[in-house]
Structures are given as C-alpha cells and as structure tokens.
C-alpha cells in the first residue's frame, strides 16, 4: 500500500484519515445526542405554552422546539389542579424510607455472609443468590394478599416494607466487602473491638463507594416505581408521583401543558441525584454487570 | 476457641436478622404461596382457595389470549437486537479520545435516568397521529420533497402500536447500561491485539471482525441474555400509560395479562400460573447465564 509513496505522503495521508474520521464521529454522536434530547426540549417547550397552543401548526418548524412562549404558570396551576405537593412529600418519604432501609439491612447482612463465619452460611447465601432470578411478578400477589391480611394495603408501609429488603443489594455489597483488607479488622479485634464496632468503624466508611452506589440505584429505582404502588394505593392523596401523574392524565388527559409541566417537576430530582451521583452510577453498572 | 466461635454464630445472626425476616416474609415464602395458588381456584374474596389440580396451567395452554399475548412479549422484544446494535456503536464512538466526551455520554444516558411515566406521557404526544411532532416532521419532510406525507397512527394503530413502543425502547435504552457495559468491555481489550492486527495490515473493519467483536463477545452474551430475561417480564408501564394495553390488546404484554387477571378480574390462581411459566422461562435463560459466567458468581 505504501509502496512509491514518500515518508511525508503517509503521515500525510494518515492525519488526513484521522481528520475525517474525528469530523465523522463529531456529526454522528451530534445527531445521536440531539434525537436523544429532542424529546425532552419538546417537553419544556410544551409546558410553557399557552394550553391552546400547544397543537397549531407553527409557521417554522424550529418554533416546535424552542420555547416561544413562558408560560410559567402551567407549573404553580400543576400544583393546584392535583396534589401535588402531596405526591411529592409521598414519594419523598417512601423513596428515603426504602433507600436508608435497604442499605442498612443490605450492608449488615453482607457484613455477616462476607466477614463471619456461622454454620449455614454457604446454603443461606446461596438461597439469596437464587431468589434474585425469581421474576417480581412471582412474589406480586403474594405479598398483595399478605399485605391485606397486615390491613396494610392504601399504607405507606405497603410501599417501603416489601421495597426494603433486597437479595440484590446484599449480593452487591458482600462482593465490594470481600475485597476489603482484613488487617484493620484484626488490629481492631486484638484491641477489643466488638462486630458492631468493627462494622460501624471499620467496614462502613472504607465502603463508601460501594454503598453510594446502592444508594443511588435504590433512590433512582424507588422514584420511579409504577406497578407496585397501582396495585397496593387506594386514596389518591397517598398516591406517589409517577401514579399521582397517571392520575392527573387520566382526569386532565388533554390538557398537555400541565402534563408536561408535571412531568418535568418529577424528573428533576431524579437527575440532581444523578449529577451529583454520576461516578458511583457507571460504577455501580460496571460492578453488577462484569463481576455478577 | 469453641467459645469464641458461638459469639461469633451469634452476632452473625444478629447482623443478618432483619434483613432474614425480610427475606423470608416478602421473598421465600410469596414464591412457595405462588406456587401453591397455581393449583388452586381463588378470586381472593370469597373464601379460601380451592384446589383445582392442573387446571390453570391446562387452560392457560388452551387460551388463544395468552399465547397472543406471549407473541406480543416475543415481538417487543425486537427492540433488544436494535438497542444493543446501537449501543455497541455508541460505544465505539465514545471510546475515542474525543474531546466532551463525558458531555456526550450523559447526554445519552438521559432518557435512561429519566424512565418511567413522564417519558411515556411525553412519547403518547409525540406519537400523536394528528399534532405529534412525529408525524408533522413526517408531512414536512414530505413538504420538502413537494409529496403529501401521512405518518401511521402510531398508538391507535394495532400493526403499529408495538413498533411504536419498540422505537421508544430503543431510545430509552440504547445509551444507557449496556452502552457503559460495552464501553468498559472494550476499555478492557488489551492494545496488543490491535496493534499485532496493524501489523498484518488488518482495516478497521477487519480488526473489529477479527479482535474487538470476539473479545467482547462475554459482554455481548451477558446482555442479551439479561435483556431476554427483563423482556419477558416487561411491558407493563409504557402499556399502561400509553395505550392500555390495546388498540385491540396489540401492545398487551404478559405481565400486563398477569396484572389484570389477578388485579383487575381477581383471577389469582390464573394469575399465580402465568406467574410460574414466566417463572420457567426466566429460569431456564439463567441458567444459561450461569453456565457461563457461573464461576465468578459463585464462590471464590
């Protein structure tokens, strides 16, 4: 290939290629990012419509996509038409509910299948690890019927008990723990420490990474659950967001600019915890997809 | 030494109590109680369940319902070859030394974070056959061409309500898990390989061929098995919201048909059975899984 052609010609010819292909993937992921951002430029443009407005034929194509017009109370009269401050504080409290109590039981019970030794250990692990590919939809009306025998159904507990304790998380967390160094722990038991100070002292924040990232998902996770709160929640002002939502479309089905406007207001949380969060996500992924 | 070993038993217990108690009331216990149901006769009101054999599973096998629904489930599943076309594209593009890189990967992770029912919502209006922004970008594009463009009616389509979904999937998941699964699969590709394919005079294309797409292989097999397994028990969020399940139960998955048996027609033996044969079918793609990646999930 090379052949009849100078020193200088090649390299040439080789920046030149690099050029290229940098120009190609540049316009390629441009293309990409834009269809994946679109949709939800159309979302804010929409909720800041007039109601009327939202389905006339603009006069430029580009005046669908960009806001035109603020309508900025679409937003406050989201919060009157439904409760929606109710939905918030509702998702609020069973999203941290669900989160501090997962990692907590996640965490002491890695602790105990990672670094102690009972008889059993093995075959109970092993039970965990086989429940994680029973499909929810197994263990759904069960718990429903269990739920209704507690009297617990249209209840915040029907929401965050089930919710809180996870084989997943137990599994993720006892494979960051064995990774762990034993030698602080064996210095610590030689001083006298006890389990649970080895646990809280020890184990805890050398885990911070690890339990960030189950954090993360577990908040993420239990934001936007939909299935399991239409099933167990009656009343709508014990309704979370994402049914809260579905409710709000069904009464107001046409009414798009508060649609949106709603949906925004649901999404933000989401991605401030994602921003903030970031790092633990893709190695949270990264955890669960290479090493499980 | 005995004695420290009990104290050891017994902390161990201690550490494992509530999350144990939780395990067995909402996880092993509902699996064996489902299990039971199967084979019995229930509408969760009037008294207890009554034993009725295989009759469940029998009709269930008979029921013209359920194997069309079980066509929907396998169809919508088309979206995961797609989704995972485009996610190994993705990360090939976004594994270059490209400068705002990080600014296109969380660019594409949005519709991933942000799942769940505002972006149905946002994508039933979009879908709208006659304001969406789908098919007005549709008759302009035909205006451009000076022809009269109609888009399908998408959601109100039975032909075209479940690539309607399949479109929306592929969106919502193609930058998402897999992309940063397949990124850090190719991140893992030792440099040798390609530059002993460099030497051979190997082209792009042929080094993908011949390296990459081998050594990824792992990863490859590890998402679409775990694809296959959620694609079973999807559907049901972006149904309900976006279509309820029809035009004429085109977009009505299995576990949609589950929810409306045990929830909406009090079914729950019915329910409990197609529960199982999901059940059946997950287990059997997880085993697959295992025999591969088995050995760094047991023990080490």
Request: proline share 5%.
């Amino acid at each position: 290939m090379a052949i009849g052609l100078s020193l200088d010609q090649i390299k040439r010819r080789y920046r030149t290629k690099q050029i290229l292909k940098k120009v190609f993937s540049y316009f390629f992921l441009t293309l990409g990012a834009l269809t994946m951002v679109g949709p939800f430029l159309w979302m804010i443009t929409t909720s800041l419509k007039e109601p009327g407005a939202v389905f006339s034929y603009q006069k430029d194509w580009w005046q669908e996509w960009i806001p035109m017009t603020f309508v900025w109370k679409n937003y406050a009269k989201a919060w009157v038409v439904v409760p929606f401050a109710k939905f918030y504080i509702n998702s609020i409290v069973v999203s941290v509910a669900i989160t501090l109590g997962q990692v907590a039981t996640s965490a002491m019970a890695a602790y105990a299948f990672s670094r102690l030794y009972f008889p059993g250990r093995d075959k109970l692990f092993f039970a965990y690890l086989a429940t994680m590919m029973v499909p929810g939809a197994v263990t759904m009306i069960p718990v429903f019927i269990l739920l209704q025998k507690f009297g617990w159904i249209d209840s915040y507990k029907a929401l965050i008990l089930p919710a809180m304790f996870t084989a997943y998380g137990t599994f993720m967390l006892r494979q960051f723990f064995l990774t762990l160094p034993r030698d602080l722990e064996d210095a610590a038991k030689i001083d006298g420490c006890s389990y649970f100070g080895i646990f809280i002292r020890i184990i805890l924040p050398l885990s911070k990474p690890a339990l960030a990232t189950l954090t993360t998902f577990t908040f993420m996770g239990s934001w936007m659950s939909f299935m399991w709160p239409l099933i167990v929640m009656n009343t709508h002002e014990r309704f979370t967001l994402p049914i809260g939502l579905a409710y709000f479309q069904s009464l107001h089905g046409t009414d798009w600019t508060l649609l949106m406007a709603g949906s925004i207001m649901m999404i933000l949380p989401i991605l401030l915890v994602f921003m903030f969060n970031q790092r633990f996500f893709v190695e949270g992924i990264k955890l669960s997809g290479i090493k499980g | 030494m005995m004695k420290s070993s009990t104290k050891e038993t017994i902390a161990a217990y201690g550490f494992l109590l509530p999350n144990l108690i939780g395990f067995l009331l909402f996880t092993s216990l509902p699996v064996l109680a489902s299990l039971a149901l199967s084979f019995c006769s229930w509408d969760a009101l009037s008294g207890p369940p009554v034993f009725v054999g295989l009759r469940n599973f029998v009709h269930l096998f008979q029921d013209p319902l359920f194997w069309k629904y079980s066509f929907n489930t396998i169809y919508m599943m088309l979206s995961i070859p797609l989704s995972m076309a485009g996610s190994l594209i993705l990360a090939i593009a976004l594994n270059q030394k490209l400068k705002g890189i990080v600014i296109f990967r969380t660019l594409y992770f949005l519709p991933t974070i942000c799942s769940g029912v505002a972006i149905y919502m946002l994508w039933k209006l979009i879908y709208n056959p006659d304001f969406g922004t789908l098919n007005l970008m549709i008759a302009k594009i035909g205006d451009l061409f000076g022809l009269t463009l109609k888009g399908p009616y998408w959601l109100n389509d039975e032909a075209w309500a479940k690539p309607a979904l399949i479109i929306m999937g592929v969106w919502q998941t193609v930058g998402g898990y897999n992309m940063i699964l397949y990124l850090a699969a190719l991140q893992g590709v030792p440099r040798d390989f390609y530059d002993a394919a460099e030497v051979d005079g190997a082209n792009s294309w042929q080094k993908f061929w011949a390296v990459t797409w081998p050594q990824i292989s792992p990863t490859t097999f590890f998402i679409g098995i775990m694809s296959i397994i959620g694609g079973f028990q999807a559907g049901f969020d972006p149904a309900y919201i976006m279509t309820g399940g029809g035009p004429n139960g085109s977009t009505t998955t299995l576990i949609y048909y589950l929810y409306n048996n045990a929830f909406n027609w009090q079914h729950m033996g019915y329910a409990a059975a197609i529960a199982w044969v999901l059940f059946v079918i997950v287990f059997i793609f997880t085993i697959l899984q295992w025999r591969y990646y088995g050995r760094s999930v047991h023990y080490h």
